[in-house]
């Protein structure tokens, strides 16, 4: 069974960067559409990024992320990036990684197959 581990997450100021990862230890990611969620306290999980499988040629973005935020794959490397720029104290959430083996472009949470633990973004001063 395909699982998924998130990682990068941690404490930043506003303005500030991280980058996530998501891997499938002994999988193929290639083969997988993958998504990018988080969730803060007291509110629903939300989709923020998705990319399509294979060569990542289909990109989804929220707009709360859009111009902020840039999802892309390395295949050779079997991993999903999510990086985050000019973070803001909002986006301070678990954010989880999600995978689903299709030629789509899954963009809700029901969408998707499997699922990582998290990984905790703090965005404070």
């Known amino acids: 069974q395909l699982q998924l581990v998130e990682s990068g997450g941690g404490l930043v100021q506003p303005g500030g960067s991280l980058r996530l990862s998501c891997e499938a230890p002994g999988f193929s990611l290639a083969y997988y559409a993958v998504g990018w969620f988080r969730q803060a306290p007291g509110k629903e999980r939300e989709g923020i990024s998705s990319i399509s499988s294979h060569d990542g040629s289909n990109t989804y973005y929220a707009d709360s992320v859009k111009g902020r935020f840039t999802i892309s794959r390395d295949n050779a490397k079997n991993t999903v990036y999510l990086q985050m720029n000019s973070l803001k104290l909002e986006d301070t959430a678990v954010y989880y990684c999600?995978?689903?083996?299709?030629?789509?472009?899954?963009?809700?949470?029901?969408?998707?197959?499997?699922w990582g633990q998290g990984t905790q973004v703090t965005v404070s001063s």
């Open positions: 999600a995978a689903r083996a299709t030629a789509f472009l899954p963009t809700s949470a029901t969408e998707y197959d499997y």
